[in-house]
């Protein structure tokens, strides 16, 4: 059974990673999709392994830190697809340093992207769905959020997700609207590829299930979030970690 027939979602930073695997995953569930990436030319393979479980899809290019880019994804669903009804952001950056040697524009673009991108498609999707009495928010933030070595801008960015959902909860509650926040681990993502070996065998052993997650496994989370079977859920903040504490 396909939880997410007839639903339309808007998937921001779709174009690979943890975003092409929650595209995948609410494709799979039947879900029309907007799917965004900075470049449009990145896009066309998630159209096509979106297009093989039959549903439509939509690419979109921006830059989500521009507060234009929510209202284009937003206007694209509700002209093409002719609906919306779940609304996800995971376009992210990382710029990592020492707090006393990071700079101002690191700290300030990763910022931009990672929180205020993320309240962008928030209040543009929380417009829709307060008028029509129904909808899913889902925020994607990361167990980092409590704090990492090296990382003080996205730790306070990914944090400043988890608060934001939360308050859209209790707002956006009364009128239908769930807001829930999930929180990636380590995952195989072209990102962590990159992890020297030595530092991915620290934190894999620091993963009671001992192996890194996949994005296919952060996308079943977000398309059970996204269903009617979670109507109940919601203000929640939810790991997929593998049991992964930083």
Not at 116 to 134: E, I, K, N, P
Not at 201 to 230: N, Q, T
């Amino acid at each position: 059974m396909e939880l997410l027939r007839g639903k339309a979602a808007i998937v921001t930073g779709a174009s690979r990673g943890i975003g092409l695997g929650i595209a995948c995953a609410l494709a799979r569930e039947g879900a029309d999709l907007v799917v965004h990436a900075t470049r449009e030319e990145h896009l066309e393979p998630v159209r096509a392994q979106a297009e093989r479980w039959g549903v439509r899809c939509v690419t979109a290019a921006g830059d989500v830190a521009q507060p234009e880019t929510a209202r284009l994804l937003t206007q694209i669903a509700l002209e093409r697809l002719g609906r919306l009804d779940i609304a996800v952001s995971c376009a992210g950056v990382n710029q990592d340093g020492m707090l006393h040697r990071l700079s101002d524009e690191a700290w300030e673009r990763v910022l931009a992207v990672n929180l205020s991108g993320v309240f962008y498609l928030t209040r543009s999707a929380a417009q829709v769905m307060r008028a029509q009495r129904s909808g899913r928010i889902i925020n994607i933030s990361s167990v980092a959020r409590n704090g990492n070595l090296g990382q003080s801008n996205y730790a306070a960015a990914k944090a400043g997700v988890a608060a934001l959902t939360q308050t859209a909860a209790l707002e956006l509650g009364p009128f239908g609207v769930t807001c829930n926040t999930v929180c990636p681990g380590f995952i195989d993502t072209d990102m962590t590829r990159g992890v020297p070996d030595a530092a991915r065998e620290r934190m894999l052993s620091r993963i009671p299930a001992r192996r890194s997650g996949r994005p296919e496994e952060v996308g079943d989370a977000v398309a059970f979030l996204a269903s009617d079977r979670a109507a109940y859920i919601n203000g929640q903040t939810l790991d997929v970690s593998g049991g992964l504490i930083l």
